[in-house]
């Protein structure tokens, strides 16, 4: 791979993990009710996520979906249900003061394994495998999942950093239903493209 396509697959990369999606909003609503430091395992479950999926993707998992077009149907189902579920749990989140020991944000395995039904993960790794890794050669593959192993983290920080920003803001009961409620909505929202409307 030469410099130059290097360069524009790490942009790539960077500008689909930094841009807004069921990830960020969900790792700014985790950085808003956890903290940054309890948020880490989530980020390094998405970190270790997607770049698993980009090798398999990589390795002939979209052929499977090219030779059974039924799966396409399955997994936009599992994602839809998931994200609004995902959605309610956030919506109804308890405030700050009144969780107990039991409430804890999500685990690396968890975000890990969420990236199998969040359509944005799918779409950003099928896009640079198709872009940057034409032939699927083991090599291009590698460096395709190592490119959003490099920009995963420093993305994602951003995102649970910002919720910490506003976390004194939250301190207010009304405040943070609300915020709980915006970051839902935008979770559904972000269904949007996976639904198919507008094209």
């Not at 990830?23 to 770049?51: D, E, K, Q, V």
């Not at 950003?124 to 192993?149: E, R």
């Not at 920080?157 to 207010?172: F, Y």
Request: aromatic fraction near 12%; include cysteine; hydrophobic fraction near 60%.
């Amino acid at each position: 791979m030469s410099p130059a396509v290097l360069t524009a697959l790490v942009g790539f990369a960077f500008v689909a993990t930094i841009t807004p999606g069921p990830n960020n909003l969900m790792l700014m609503s985790s950085g808003a009710n956890f903290g940054y430091r309890r948020t880490l395992p989530h980020m390094l479950g998405i970190l270790g996520g997607i770049w698993v999926m980009a090798l398999l993707v990589g390795a002939g998992l979209m052929a499977l979906f090219d030779a059974f077009p039924a799966l396409n149907l399955v997994l936009k189902v599992l994602s839809v249900v998931y994200l609004l579920w995902l959605a309610a749990k956030i919506a109804t989140a308890a405030p700050i003061e009144a969780r107990d020991a039991r409430s804890r944000p999500m685990t690396t395995l968890q975000a890990a394994a969420f990236q199998w039904v969040n359509p944005k993960a799918w779409a950003m790794c099928m896009s640079a495998v198709t872009l940057y890794a034409p032939h699927h050669s083991l090599g291009s593959v590698a460096i395709v999942a190592g490119a959003f192993a490099v920009v995963c983290f420093p993305s994602n920080s951003v995102w649970a950093w910002l919720g910490t920003v506003v976390r004194r803001w939250l301190s207010n009961a009304t405040r943070l239903r609300l915020f709980n409620f915006t970051m839902a909505g935008l979770l559904v929202a972000s269904l949007y493209p996976v639904l198919g409307f507008g094209g």
